[in-house]
């Protein structure tokens, strides 16, 4: 069916639909079998398929398309709405940042001052967290089991080094406003490229340092937490 180029409006079909050249459908199409493809098709609604989808060319469809079975594309596929797989899907080229949830991408890097223990007085807990790809910090988030009470207490996130920009939408951030066992959420700075980390070279660290000043009560079980978002991929 269908070797030449042809319009359709609707489509119900129990069998196989090879299509080799360009076809245009501007209603419903609903295949309770295979859809083989070697040209184009392009849809203005639904497309749903029960069986395998096997494409050489490009599918455009404008409306939700939805696949029981295999759907492999060696060429092209743009949805207008939802694609719904509920068998394998085939992708011969990788997902890049345009087409994949970032959620999905998302890192998150730890950094434990005394590695979860007692912070000491007058004591400067400081390291690198090391993504090692090109990316953006998304959140930075703070926590103690015991939050320090009294002292100047501080919490920095720098880009870079040690004397890099800062992350936060302040030079530092006190943890003594923390409440016990609760996670609190940094703000960030508004300057987009200090939240830009390098693959390597310069610029490719991040820099997180935690200070106690002279503590009434001491810190413990602190962790800061550094979301990272990967822009390579």
């Not at 060429?75 to 939802?82: D, E, I, P, Q, S």
């Not at 394998?88 to 994949?100: D, H, S």
């Amino acid at each position: 069916m269908a070797h030449g180029d042809t319009n359709f409006t609707n489509i119900v079909c129990s069998g196989t639909i090879t299509v080799t050249g360009a076809q245009t459908f501007t209603g419903a199409t609903s295949l309770a079998s295979t859809l083989a493809v070697t040209g184009a098709v392009t849809l203005s609604s639904t497309l749903a398929v029960t069986g395998a989808v096997t494409m050489a060319s490009t599918l455009a469809v404008t409306g939700n398309g939805t696949v029981g079975g295999t759907l492999g594309v060696t060429g092209n596929a743009t949805l207008g709405g939802t694609l719904a797989v509920t068998g394998a899907v085939t992708l011969t080229v990788p997902l890049t940042a345009a087409n994949i949830n970032k959620s999905a991408k998302r890192q998150v890097f730890l950094f434990r001052p005394n590695n979860g223990g007692t912070i000491a007085d007058g004591t400067t807990y400081a390291g690198f967290i090391n993504p090692g790809r090109a990316g953006t910090v998304t959140g930075v988030s703070v926590i103690a089991g015991t939050p320090p009470v009294g002292g100047t207490n501080t919490v920095k996130v720098l880009r870079g080094s040690s004397a890099g920009n800062t992350m936060l939408s302040a030079a530092s951030y006190d943890p003594t406003g923390l409440t016990a066992n609760q996670a609190a959420a940094m703000t960030l700075t508004a300057t987009g490229a200090d939240l830009a980390v390098a693959a390597s070279g310069a610029n490719s660290g991040i820099y997180v340092e935690w200070v106690a000043g002279t503590q009434s009560t001491d810190g413990v079980n602190a962790c800061i937490a550094v979301e990272f978002e990967p822009t390579d991929f």
